[in-house]
């Protein structure tokens, strides 16, 4: 069974940088074939992806955010992250990582989600 | 637009059937995977392509898709079907992703 699990501070001050990573278990993420996903969702708001990376490093991330956000991936950890550059209180929100099922465009494992709070 | 446009709510009595529809250009050319997420639980997929339901999802959800609108449908509604509903897509790119507004299911 595949499960991601999402860790990092909870309470970021702003204009620092929000940091995370994904630990994945039962797959392997230089298995190929999927991209390793982070997506957010703000306090009673929808989903928003933020952006998705391959285990070569090839990323891809949402326009809206692309000038803050960068991801990598440690594949000796089997574990992927998420910097979220010059933070304010708009990126107060749960931030899930998911497993992106690239031929279908889908995301079809998630973490159980962190609440980062951005605050001084 | 990238966006897809989906009803704020709908209800459907218990045991009756319940569509939510998602609108955007981008279904023109990709199509709309879906997701259930109850209330402090992270999203779960019900429906993606065409209309395959991944393993233990049950069969009284079902997706179509027409022109720029897809369709997530419930037929024979339960209590554990209420939860928020997201569609999902590529953009105009193929290589990013957007969600639908979400849908808030009521079963009354």
């Known amino acids: 069974q595949v499960q991601l699990q999402e860790s990092g501070p909870g309470l970021v001050k702003p204009s620092q940088t929000l940091s995370l990573t994904c630990t994945v278990s039962?797959?392997?993420?230089?298995?190929?074939?999927?991209?390793w996903s982070w997506i957010r969702q703000h306090p009673g708001k929808g989903l928003e992806w933020i952006g998705n990376i391959y285990y070569s490093g090839s990323a891809y991330y949402n326009p809206s955010l692309k000038s803050r956000v960068t991801m990598s991936v440690d594949t000796s950890e089997n574990q992927f992250s998420l910097n979220l550059s010059s933070v304010t209180a708009a990126d107060t929100a749960v931030y899930y990582c998911a497993r992106d099922l690239t031929a279908w465009g889908v995301f079809d494992y998630w973490g159980q989600g962190t609440l980062v709070t951005v605050s001084s | 637009s990238s966006e897809l446009t989906q009803d704020p709510a709908v209800s459907v009595a218990l045991g009756q059937t319940v569509r939510i529809t998602c609108q955007g250009d981008?279904?023109?050319?990709?199509?709309a995977s879906w997701y259930q997420q109850k209330p402090g639980q992270a999203p779960v997929l019900v429906i993606y392509?065409?209309?395959n339901r991944p393993s233990g999802v049950p069969d009284r959800f079902s997706g179509s898709s027409s022109g720029n609108t897809a369709s997530l449908t419930i037929t024979g509604a339960q209590a554990e079907d209420e939860s928020d509903y997201y569609c999902n897509s590529r953009d105009s790119s193929g290589n990013h992703y957007v969600f639908g507004t979400g849908t808030k299911v009521t079963v009354l």
């Open positions: 981008s279904l023109r050319s990709y199509y």
């Open positions: 039962g797959d392997s993420i230089s298995s190929g074939g999927y991209y």
């Open positions: 392509g065409k209309n």
